[in-house]
């Protein structure tokens, strides 16, 4: 067992922002045939890590861009490739002349627009005619999910929503990377030290209570999250 590349692995995966694991996102990229003449803009890309994975897997250029400054900070210290660009700033405010042949935006369902067709038109502006957009998004995995779940993560379509939503924007989905058990996991108890912190101080702290029962009585059996890519029909 190569013990090198699990820890690096390991390492990639505290700067990775999704429930889609590294193997997957990588895999997903040469599916979409990202390739060294690829460009690719991503927005809310977090430490930038989908970019810097492609980057090395691939030889893609592009450029990252996220509100949060401590991402770009990080990122941009972890970045060895000075093909890929971070910024910070407002997505919603981004302005680019340039066009790109894959355009990525994770946030697709979290508020960030107010329908799914809104967000697929603004990541249009910046795509390349012929180009892909890839999307992240949750999904519910059984029909009518529990109000507890739609409640704290919002409406939950299933995949086949997911797929009549594109078609109806004249997109296909063409490929697709999703979520695993180990990888919603480490999302989930990645600030498991400051929950324990919070239950010393206050054993029925609610906030933690809530957040542990959710993923155990809900999120795992039936909440999934996957990247979508998509190409126009």
Known sequence: MDYTQILAAQEETKHLISMVPIERIIALGG??????????????????????????????????????????????????????????????????????????CTELSTGLFDSFAEGIAFLER????????????????????AQELVDFDGPLPTLTEIYEECRQTGYLITSMAS?????????????????????????????????YRLYFDHRRPCEGWALFAIERI
Not at 38 to 65: F, I, N, P, Q
Not at 190 to 211: F, H, I, M, V, Y
């Open 31 to 104: 599916n979409i045939g990202l390739n060294k003449s690829t460009r690719v803009l991503d927005l809310c890309c977090g430490y930038g890590t989908m970019l810097k994975l492609w980057s090395e897997a691939y030889g893609v250029s592009g450029v990252g861009v996220d509100r949060v400054k401590d991402f770009i900070k990080t990122g941009k210290a972890r970045l060895m490739d000075k093909q890929v660009k971070l910024i910070c700033d407002d997505v919603l405010k981004y302005k680019d002349k340039e066009k790109y042949d894959v355009v990525v």
């Open 126 to 145: 910046f795509l390349m005619p012929g180009g892909t957009l890839v999307f992240g998004r949750l999904y519910s995995k059984i029909p009518n999910p």
């Open 179 to 211: 979520s695993t058990d180990a990888q919603w996991e480490q999302y989930i108890f990645q600030g498991a030290k400051g929950s324990l912190e919070a239950l010393r101080k206050d054993p029925q702290d609610a906030w933690t209570n809530k957040w």
